[in-house]
Structure formats: structure tokens, C-alpha cells
């Protein structure tokens, strides 16, 4: 998808996802909540379509029962307060026995903490990583209802940093989205980063929105960094990365997962980025990864399958409706207690799309245990609701984005311990 939808065209392009279908008496519906406009537009408008082609598969596979999980799509405007209004909707009008999203952490961890958690109602994130939610479940605040199909920035900084270092960048600015994801990345990025010898010569917040980062910009080239290492969203991030080049500032980034975009590599000119080199929460290739790769182009409607959040939204999506199967009804405590299942090791190894999904629902039906491998490849979620996996490490190369390597868990976890 080259532009973002316009808001006046978004639902229609959208299939009509904000406008639930007529349910027959015994089909579940899901609530979804997606940043569809504002500055992670691009996310949700991938996401929910992702959640709607992962139930499309659900369905046509037979469903729970032969009933049908419908999905009632609402848009966070990329705002916590909208989107804690339009959650409490679903849950206390709709009563959705589980809600998909939000896509970043500033709009699901209100999600979380002011609706979801007190009714007990499961909450699947695609792609929110603020170590705050872990933290949130380790104190004993969300009753087990999050998960997250995203590795936390806890261990994504940390990889960011490695990869600078290895790359050669070891004079650094900063600007970040100044909201918990932002302020969290960076915390973790910088901890690592100056352990391993490399230099933060300045840290410069900024607020969403603006029609201008000049004055961020020009803050951060102070100390004369060598590369900009730029936290932020596709939109944002383009605005912020033009302002900082036409300033003067060298045309080298360090980017985060949401800058792998081809709408941010349009925006910005993709003779500026040959040396821009990110991290993604990674992906190990499945037949979940070339499912997802060939058919969701034609079904989103001009989507690319690499579109920022897609890949983990199909897997929530997945996740989620293969639970609901598991546990035979629209239950949220059935449903929190039977997703670990359908993810767990000895199972049945279980791929996107309808056929795998049929044979998955035969096997539920007589009592057998599954193990969904998804687009993102094989995941676990832990006692906190988080995902273990490898992280990407990309680089941006002639207008494309390229994968050069990959760096395990295991391996991010031995450097954490190392720098202690």
C-alpha cells in the first residue's frame, strides 16, 4: 500500500470492518480496536485486515461448530482515551469475550488496565512491546488475560544496540515518540548501547502530530552525532527523518520495527536511506510465513504482506479464533486458559490458512492437542503473555528492505546478563 487511506474512504477500503455483519444466534464476535488513522495508521489499517483474512480462513474452515467469528472493527483515532471508549463499548454493550489490539502500546496498555483486565475479558496485542505490560502482569495486575505476538523492547533495545555497534555506529542521537513505548525503547537502547561503547550525544523527545520536527531536528544534531537513531511511526518518522536531513544532519539511521515501511521509505526519498539499518521483533520462515506472503496482497486490497504489524496481526487473529474453538464457546476465562494450548509444544503442528485450519479443528474435536506455527513463525507465550523469538536485523538498500541477519533470544538474553 504506497499512501494511507483517507479517513473518508477508510472503512469502505477497509471491507467494511467497522460495521459488524448480521450474526446468526450462535456466531462470536470479536472485538478488534486499531490505530486505523492517526500516526500508526498504517499499523492498524494492516492489522485489521490481517484479523479479518485470519477469521475469513477460521470460518471457511467450518468455524466453532459451523458458527462464524465475526469480527467488530473499531478505530482508536491512535488515541488511549478513544480508545478506551470505543473497548468499554464492546465489552459492556457488545460483551466481546475478547478484544485484538490496540497495535501500539500507548492505546492497549489503557485498554488494558482500564477495561479488559477488571472485566476479565482477553486482550491479544499484535504488535504493542512496552516492557510495561510485562511489568503490569508480573505485579498481578492484569489476571492473565494480555498477550502479545511481539517480542518486548526490553530485549529489542538491547539487539538495536548490538547491531549499531556492529554496524559501526558508535555516535548516536536520539529522538524518540515521547509516550511509553518511546521513553521504554530508548531507556533499554541506551543502557545497552553505552555499555557496549557506544556514545548518546543527545535524547530528543517529540509529541505527535506536528506539522513540523524542525526544532527536534536541529536539538539533536548538537554533539555532531555520525547517524540518528529515530523511534517512531511511519508518518512521524518520515517528517522527522526529511527534517533532519534537509538540516544538515548525516543520512545515516539506526530505525526502529515500525520504520520498516515502504510508506516511510517513499516519504522520505530512498536515495537518503542506503544507510539506514533496523530491528524487528523477527520472523522464522514457516509455511504460515509463505501462506501470509502469497495471498494477503489480494485479499487487503494492495496491501504488501511486509506492511508494519500484518505479519503478527494474522497470527493473533489465528491464535485467538483457534482458542475459541478449543474452548467450544465465546468464554473468556475458557478462551484466556486455552490459548497457551493451542501454542504449546507436542502439539500438532497447525499452519494459516483453511486447510491447515480444518485439520486443526478436527483435531480439537477428538481431544488432540495443536501447535499453531504462524506467519512469525513457532511462539510460546510465557507466564506474563509475552513471545519469545529471534529479532531481525535489516538494512534499507536502494528503496528495498533487506534482511541481513538474525539475532536469537537466547543471544540477547547473554548480552543483557553479560552487561549486568
Request: proline letters at 4%; a negative charge.
Amino acid at each position: 500500500m504506497k499512501k494511507l487511506l483517507s479517513t473518508t474512504t477508510l472503512l469502505a477500503a477497509l471491507g467494511g470492518l467497522g460495521v459488524p455483519a448480521i450474526a446468526a444466534e450462535c456466531d462470536i464476535t470479536v472485538g478488534v480496536v486499531m490505530e486505523l488513522t492517526g500516526p500508526a495508521g498504517a499499523y492498524g489499517q494492516a492489522g485489521a485486515k490481517s484479523v479479518e483474512m485470519a477469521f475469513r480462513d477460521f470460518n471457511e474452515a467450518g468455524g466453532v461448530d459451523g458458527c462464524n467469528l465475526l469480527t467488530d472493527t473499531r478505530d482508536s483515532q491512535s488515541q488511549g482515551t478513544v480508545a478506551v471508549d470505543q473497548a468499554t463499548q464492546l465489552v459492556n454493550i457488545k460483551k466481546v469475550p475478547v478484544i485484538i489490539g490496540g497495535i501500539i502500546s500507548s492505546v492497549s496498555i489503557p485498554i488494558l488496565t482500564s477495561v479488559t483486565a477488571p472485566a476479565g475479558v482477553v486482550q491479544v496485542s499484535p504488535a504493542s512491546s512496552s516492557p510495561t505490560l510485562t511489568s503490569l502482569a508480573r505485579d498481578g495486575k492484569t489476571g492473565g488475560v494480555f498477550f502479545r505476538t511481539i517480542t518486548s523492547d526490553a530485549l529489542q533495545g538491547t539487539a538495536a544496540a548490538k547491531y549499531a555497534i556492529d554496524q559501526g555506529l558508535k555516535k548516536l542521537a536520539v529522538i524518540h515518540v515521547n509516550n511509553d513505548f518511546g521513553v521504554n525503547m530508548v531507556r533499554e537502547f541506551a543502557s545497552a548501547y553505552e555499555k557496549l561503547g557506544g556514545t548518546i550525544t543527545s535524547t530528543t523527545p517529540y509529541n505527535e502530530k506536528q506539522a513540523s520536527y524542525a526544532s527536534e531536528a536541529s536539538a539533536a544534531m548538537a554533539g555532531e552525532p555520525e547517524a540518528l537513531y529515530l523511534i517512531s511511526y511511519p508518518v512521524d518518522g518520515a517528517t522527522i527523518a526529511r527534517a533532519w536531513i534537509s538540516g544538515g544532519g548525516a543520512p545515516k539511521f539506526l530505525l526502529n520495527d515500525g520504520m520498516n515501511s515502504a510508506d516511510f521509505i517513499e516519504a522520505v526519498g530512498a536515495q537518503y536511506l542506503n544507510d539506514a539499518y533496523g530491528t524487528s521483533s523477527g520472523t522464522t520462515t514457516t509455511a504460515s510465513t509463505e501462506y501470509f506472503s502469497r495471498e494477503y496482497e489480494a485479499f487487503s486490497g494492495g496491501i504488501k504482506p511486509d506492511a508494519p504489524a500484518a505479519d503478527r496481526s494474522y497470527d493473533a487473529g489465528a491464535i485467538v479464533a483457534l482458542a475459541i474453538a478449543k474452548a467450544g464457546k465465546g468464554d473468556a476465562a475458557a478462551i484466556k486458559a486455552a490459548i497457551p494450548e493451542v501454542v504449546a509444544s507436542g502439539g500438532t503442528p497447525i499452519h494459516a490458512g483453511k486447510e491447515e485450519f480444518a485439520k486443526a479443528l478436527a483435531l480439537i474435536k477428538e481431544g488432540k492437542p495443536i501447535k499453531y506455527e504462524g506467519v512469525i513463525g513457532p511462539v510460546s507465550f510465557d507466564e506474563y503473555g509475552d513471545i519469545t523469538g529471534p529479532f531481525r536485523l535489516w538494512r534499507i538498500k536502494d528503496g528495498e528492505v533487506t534482511t541481513v541477519g538474525e539475532m536469537s533470544a537466547d543471544e540477547v538474553e547473554k548480552i543483557k546478563s553479560e552487561l549486568k
